[in-house]
């Protein structure tokens, strides 16, 4: 009796092992592929953009390829601006109250506001799941989708990433993505 009693408990600790990683598989969550493709871009966008953003020397932290275009300063800053207002519409959490970072401020400020506005991203997206993707936010002055949010949110990062590759390689410096991979 006591070793039927063994096995029925050994099963029954494995089964809420698979039960358990089946609902909760690396931080993702079961029946949530939106969202957790947006946390996982956000990760990733957060260190690529704020490692493009670092490999800038700061006597180029006002170049621009044109005059229409902007500097890397200033794009830093709209990604910060971007990012609470972004993620704050998608998340549907009010964004913290921050004082405005310009180019201005230098390159060691407007990084370091860079990170903060990435830190609300991820705590204001890691609840977010995919039953709502049809609700209305605001979106620039109307309205779009949560989904439509999601897109509108990704495809800024990665627009502003390509740019911030294609400012650094018009400098000689090869971005963060084009890096070769570290030995381990």
């Given at each position: 009796m006591k070793a039927k009693m063994a096995?029925?408990?050994?099963?029954?600790?494995?089964?809420?092992?698979?039960a358990a990683a089946q609902g909760s598989m690396g931080g993702m969550q079961m029946g949530a592929p939106v969202a957790d493709a947006l946390r996982h871009t956000e990760q990733r966008q957060a260190r690529n953009?704020?490692?493009?953003?670092?490999?800038?020397?700061?006597?180029?932290?006002?170049?621009?390829?044109?005059?229409a275009q902007m500097s890397f300063a200033e794009i830093a800053a709209h990604l910060a601006e971007g990012n609470d207002y972004l993620c704050g519409s998608v998340s549907g959490q009010t964004a913290p109250t921050r004082d405005k970072?310009?180019?201005?401020?230098?390159k060691d400020k407007q990084i370091a506001r860079l990170k903060e506005t990435f830190d609300f991203c991820e705590?204001?997206?890691?609840k977010l799941d995919d039953s709502k993707l049809g609700e209305e936010v605001p979106m620039f002055g109307g309205k779009a989708t949560r989904a439509a949010a999601i897109l509108i949110t990704v495809?800024?990062?990665?627009?502003h990433y390509s740019q911030l590759a294609n400012y650094l390689?018009?400098?000689?410096?090869?971005?963060?993505?084009?890096?070769p991979k570290k030995s381990m």
């Open positions: 096995v029925v408990a050994v099963a029954l600790g494995a089964l809420t092992r698979v953009l704020v490692a493009a953003l670092e490999s800038v020397p700061v006597d180029k932290w006002g170049y621009k390829p044109t005059p970072v310009t180019p201005a401020d230098g705590s204001a997206l890691a495809g800024d990062w990665e627009d390689r018009l400098n000689g410096i090869l971005p963060p993505t084009a890096q």
